[in-house]
């Protein structure tokens, strides 16, 4: 079992940045692929990053590319988002994920094949 606990969100203007944390607990996540979704108001949980094992193995949605970098520090537990550019689009609740696969056999970008959620902390760009 791996409980995962969001930080870092909060209300900031576009074209600032913020940098989420996601702690994990009860299993080290060495070998699991972490993930970030974010689901914005009245729309469906969408995809925005993943990285696998290894620091090579990173996907991004489209609309994040270039803007958000995810790392991971495998030592601490945990997995960041740094967020950069920020558009009042980058609204939403932001989930930390992780899921005991390697992207080479599962599809990182589809929240069905995670195993562990976080309880979500909120981002809000607006001026």
């Known amino acids: 079992q791996v409980q995962l606990v969001e930080s870092g969100g909060g209300l900031v203007q576009p074209g600032g940045s913020l940098r989420l944390a996601c702690a994990a607990s009860?299993?080290?996540?060495?070998?699991?692929?972490m993930g970030w979704f974010r689901q914005p108001p009245g729309k469906e949980r969408e995809f925005v990053a993943a990285?696998?094992?290894?620091?090579?193995?990173?996907y991004y949605s489209d609309s994040v590319k270039g803007r958000f970098t995810i790392s991971r520090d495998n030592t601490k537990n945990t997995v960041h988002l740094q967020m950069n550019s920020l558009k009042p689009e980058d609204t939403a609740v932001y989930y930390c994920?992780?899921?005991?696969?390697?992207?080479?056999?599962?599809?990182?970008?589809?929240?069905?094949?995670?195993?562990?959620w976080g309880r979500g902390t909120q981002v809000t760009v607006s001026s």
């Open positions: 990285i696998n094992w290894a620091k090579s193995g990173t």
């Open positions: 009860g299993r080290t996540i060495d070998k699991y692929t």
């Open positions: 994920s992780a899921g005991p696969f390697s992207t080479s056999t599962r599809n990182a970008r589809d929240a069905r094949v995670y195993d562990y």
